[in-house]
């Protein structure tokens, strides 16, 4: 477990090319195609790191979400959990280590069982279930995030969204993962409770040693939340930067539209007007070369006709012919 | 944003209260909710769940549910009281003088007709026209709000487009008889933030274009502060603070106000991975009778003369900017540096 990369960093998490393809049908008596919803990705998450993952609705990052829970198989490429490759995993041993908090606790939680049995759930299904020390470690959980102990017996109708994503927490913290995926973890809360839960995460982050992915497409959580941001369109990682890099100093045009669009308390600004003026094009016809450039404000003549490589900035990678020396105009530079 | 053009007044709503019996007791989910908005001009109206801000868009509408009982002292539409007039009267101006753009695209429309057939249904019923004149007005304002091949998409049904596209039909299909008054309630919230600024930039253009007023009705504060001329922020069925954008953004009076401004984290502005300002405690029922400020279980500076009595509007600084609590505005200002240092 201790095994470390190169930089001496303990890599928790890792995607290595991963693909994911949907056999997509294209209509009656037509065949089916392929829909590439993760294309390709190479990830590496240090312990101890929060990864935000943002893009548009249908660029993959839920079918990542998926993959990384081993709730989907890759279709070609290797993801590893504690250099451990997932293939050869049990389906047990992964639901140990990484564990979700959906977005929506309204539904994410079973309404005919009590908090209790909810939160339970996890450590029962890998079979070591103790009755009393199990009724104690959920108590715990309970006080860690913040829930009365005497919600016990409820059921999660009587219940706060607030309370219930605390419930959502609990349950994903029980078992000790290393890596919790957050998907939209606060979206469909209030705004005050938000910040609660934020707050709560953060707090349980230092506390218990874990590593977060969270996904939203809230950018001012992420980057609240994250250390780093990768930038998903269409199935592939664009770019990828240290958050105070990626916020101050966008690259990829996609990611500067992307941070435009944020829309900040700010009454002395307008609404924006965002220059991704096409909308988001069809997964399963992608556009050639570049797949970004119908829609790019720094579009190229060779953008459609090739992808560009993947090229290492200060804290990660860009992919986009601006910044290729042999092709672009060399701005990699700024 | 104001512009020194045309303020005549088109929405007056004052004292509006909706009750509801429910089983145990009387609700008041809005209570004598007052504002105005002048032609040209985008009020919003900011709260949480369960505040009563869509309640307030629906009994506007007259579209509540009906058990519940609206009274209010006046609820004028260019001069017109709506309080009394028939059913039929107001089915006439709901649609053609007043509109509104609902939530969800992907429910609000009609899954079994075409979008065409949902475009066109309110000029025909509205007005005097032709099938090909109605057909000519939805494929005008469906390439006004930035929708290309107009024409094709008429045929067809709202399971055959994006969310983004759908919203746009919403926002074109209110705008088919040229409403005077448009009511957006959460508009975008169920679309991508790329999305969002797109359909918020076309709603601000197009209601600059036909001089429309419009109430947008929000829970998110960065949508509020970019849009808004006016902001009226609701807690617990009352408004508890109004006034321009910038009186409210920049100097935010009530602690309520306050406290939500610092639940937000803001890129640049707060700390990373620092704790965020929260409101402890939970909305309070509204069953009953609830004296003193609705706030007061939940406020960091509530004292004993906070839960008795009835809490008015007062000002602010500003002429315009009022808000509801025990406090001077000095004092409000004061705890606001306190808690930002």
Known sequence: ?334 | MTDGTEHELILKVENLTVDIPVAAGMLHPVQAVSFEVRRGETLCIVGESGCGKSLTSLSIMNLLPSTAIRTATHLALDGEELQNVSENRMADIRGDKMAMIFQEPMTSLNPSYTIGNQLEEALLRHRKVSKSEARDRAVYLLEKVGITAARSRLTQYPHQLSGGLRQRVMIAMALMCGPEMIIADEPTTALDVTIQAQILHLLADLQKEFNMGMILITHDLGVVSRIADRVAVMYAGQVVETGTAKQVFENPTHPYTQGLLECIPIPGKTERGAHLGSIPGIVPSLVGDLPGCHFADRCRYAADRCRTGEITLRDSFDPGHVYRCVLQPDECAAHLKKGAA
């Open chain 1, 1 to 334: 477990m201790a095994e470390t990369d190169k930089d001496g960093q303990d890599i928790v998490l890792e995607a290595r090319d991963v693909t994911r393809t949907f056999m997509i049908s294209a209509g009656f008596l037509r065949g089916k195609r392929p829909l590439h919803a993760v294309n390709g990705v190479n990830l590496k998450v240090p312990r101890g790191e929060v990864l935000g993952l943002v893009g548009e609705s249908g660029c993959g990052k839920s079918t990542m979400a998926k993959m990384l829970l081993g709730l989907l198989p890759p279709s070609s490429g290797e993801l590893f959990v504690d250099n451990v490759p997932t293939s050869r995993m049990e389906r047990l041993e992964m639901a140990r280590k990484v564990q979700p908090i959906f977005q929506d606790p309204y539904s994410s939680l079973n309404p005919r069982k009590t908090i209790g049995d909810i939160i339970a759930l996890p450590v029962r299904v890998q079979g070591n279930a103790d009755e009393t020390a199990l009724r104690r470690q959920v108590e715990e959980i309970m006080e860690l995030v913040g829930l009365p102990r005497r919600l016990y017996r409820n059921y999660p109708n009587q219940l706060s969204g607030g309370q219930r994503q605390r419930v959502a927490v609990a349950r994903a913290l029980i078992n000790k993962p290393e890596v919790v995926i957050c998907d939209e973890p606060t979206s469909a809360l209030d705004v005050s409770v938000q910040s609660q839960i934020l707050n709560l995460l953060q707090d349980l982050r230092a506390e218990l040693n874990l590593t977060y992915i969270v996904i939203s497409h809230n950018l001012a959580v992420v980057e609240h939340m994250a250390t780093r941001v990768a930038v998903m369109y269409l199935g592939r990682l664009v770019e990828v930067a240290e958050t105070d890099r990626l916020f101050e100093n966008p690259q990829h045009p996609y990611t500067k539209a992307l941070l435009d669009s944020v829309l900040t308390p700010d009454p002395n600004l307008g609404v924006p007007d965002s220059s991704l003026g096409v909308t988001y094009p069809n997964p399963v016809d992608p556009p050639s070369g570049c797949t970004f450039h119908p829609r790019c404000a720094d579009c190229m003549d060779h953008c459609s006709q090739s992808a560009p490589r993947t090229i290492a900035t200060e804290t990660g990678y860009v992919e986009c012919h601006l910044y290729d020396d042999n092709q672009g105009r060399g701005r990699a530079a700024s």
